[in-house]
């Protein structure tokens, strides 16, 4: 078996090589899996701009939003105006196998979509709570943490679908109907407050680290231009995780080591799980985004509070 090798036409190059240090994988193992499960992976990214993270070797990982001058024609790209950079980035669209072969041979491990299409910039496809344990031994608590989410939709006469993040917690997904970008993330807030406080001894919305204490984060700030890390993607993490649908009825089953590189295809087989676990779209009710225009948006609470804490410093130094 030589390194390299061609699949639908995109040369594939030194696949033996491990992937990153401490992966327990090689690139090869990188892009068979990313391959073998395709056809549930494509649909999640299929036209929303794609940041990827990628690791090459010798170099810590890196996340990329702008497509490289040297990227096939192939590779469809869209142009969108960054304001916190204030540059025009060119993002990736990965529709199909030869796209998502050339980034795998990128070495292209994690992969980040926009929450919204390209072109359909105010009308993102789904809500998105974060569900951020403060250790990976603290799984149980991240479970725990996502039945209040479950609580907090069902009152709100909602449904989501769950997966573990690839890291060390979990992600619940909302299918929306046409809203804009504003009233979902005054519901997303909404619905992460609504949860807290059914046990604000076990979650938290806090999002300045230091006031979370042993809690679990309930990360409601993911709306906007903000991406999630796509189902079925890989993490750059010890073992190569992978980003997995998990039925809510089998939470307390699973931990994230479960789903890697060298398991996911094969729990998949024929299945997509993601697709079939999501809900149909759902309008959000008006009495939640109204809730959540009341909550001020945590980044720029944290930043005001940030600020204000560093003057007290200073006073009493």
Not at 222 to 249: E, M, N, Q
Request: glycine share 6%.
């Amino acid at each position: 078996m030589t390194s390299d090798e061609v699949r639908d036409g995109v040369t594939l190059t030194n696949l033996d090589q491990p992937l990153f240090d401490g992966a327990g994988a090689t690139k090869r193992d990188l892009v068979d899996y990313l391959d073998a499960v395709r056809d549930r992976v494509i649909p999640v990214l299929r036209e929303r701009p794609l940041s990827v993270v990628r690791v090459r070797q010798g170099q810590a990982p890196f996340m990329q939003k702008n497509v490289p001058s040297y990227a096939p024609d192939f590779v469809r790209t869209v142009t969108v105006w960054a304001e916190s950079s204030q540059r025009r980035v060119s993002y990736a669209l990965c529709d199909d196998r030869r796209t998502l072969l050339w980034l795998a041979n990128q070495r292209a491990v994690e992969y980040h979509p926009a929450l919204v299409h390209a072109g359909d910039w105010d009308r993102p496809t789904h809500l998105v709570l974060d569900i951020d344990p403060p250790s990976a031994e603290a799984f149980p608590q991240a479970v725990a943490a996502a039945r209040l989410i479950g609580r907090a939709l069902a009152d709100a006469g909602l449904s989501g679908a769950v997966k573990t993040s690839g890291a060390k917690g979990l992600h619940v997904f909302v299918p929306l109907e046409a809203h804009t970008t504003v009233d979902v993330a005054a519901a997303t807030r909404a619905l992460g407050v609504r949860a807290e406080r059914l046990d604000p001894a076990l979650a938290t919305t806090a999002f300045i680290r230091e006031d979370r204490g042993d809690r679990v984060f309930i990360d409601s700030t993911r709306s906007g231009g903000a991406t999630v890390v796509a189902a079925y993607s890989p993490r750059v993490r010890p073992g190569v995780p992978v980003s997995f649908p998990v039925a809510w009825d089998d939470l307390e089953r699973v931990a994230p080591g479960d789903f890697t590189v060298h398991t996911a295809a094969e729990l998949l087989r024929d299945g997509d799980p993601w697709a079939a676990l999501m809900p149909e779209p759902q309008r959000l009710p008006r009495d939640l985004i109204e809730e959540g225009h009341t909550i001020p948006v945590a980044r720029v609470q944290a930043m005001h509070e940030g600020k204000r804490r560093a003057r007290a410093r200073r006073a009493t130094s």
